[in-house]
């Protein structure tokens, strides 16, 4: 599934403005339509900000304790993306990476890092799953918000597509 680069998110099941330097963690609910489903951050960042992402989890409700995601926080990375896609990334100033240690949740671990600035606007981070269709889902991630510019600006959209 290919993602197109625009300068607007879509946000269909959360759009964060802003943000905080302290992690804050979401819990998103979703009624699956089809079977095929692909989970996606986009990410518009102003002012020389950075978002961290962690944690992120999709679980179906019938069976909460099998995790639908592969590398869910981003441990099998280690300098690349693993089981994540990244798009419309051309264009950018600085870019999107794997960190670890004190950047990330709970100050352990590897997280992402995301600094782009693509000259489309916005960039993502997706990962495809397979749901059932009329099942319910929660989906979980931890995300935090640093740098020198005024925070209000920049915009995390989640979407399931």
């Known amino acids: 599934m290919n993602v197109a680069c625009t300068t607007s998110g879509r946000g269909t099941l959360k759009i964060v403005t802003g ?9 998103l609910n979703y009624t699956a339509s089809t079977t095929s489903r692909m989970i996606m951050f986009g990410f518009h960042i102003v002012n020389s900000n950075t978002y ?10 019938n069976a909460p304790s099998i995790e639908l995601l592969m590398n869910p926080s981003f ?16 264009g950018c100033s600085t870019s999107s990476w794997i960190v670890s240690g004190s950047n990330c949740h ?19 981070l997706t990962q495809s799953f397979t749901a059932s269709v009329g099942d319910k ?21 989640v979407d399931i597509v």
Do not use: H, M
């Open 19 to 27: 943000g905080s330097a302290t992690w804050t963690q979401y819990q």
């Open 52 to 61: 961290y992402l962690d944690s992120v989890s999709i679980v179906d409700r």
């Open 75 to 90: 441990e099998s990375s280690t300098t690349i993306l693993i089981d994540w896609t990244q798009w419309c990334t051309t």
């Open 106 to 124: 709970l100050g352990v671990g590897n997280c992402f890092q995301d600094s782009c600035i693509p000259s489309s606007g916005i960039d993502f």
């Open 137 to 157: 889902y929660t989906i979980s991630f931890w995300i935090r918000l640093v740098g020198p510019g005024p925070t209000p600006l920049n915009k995390l959209y």
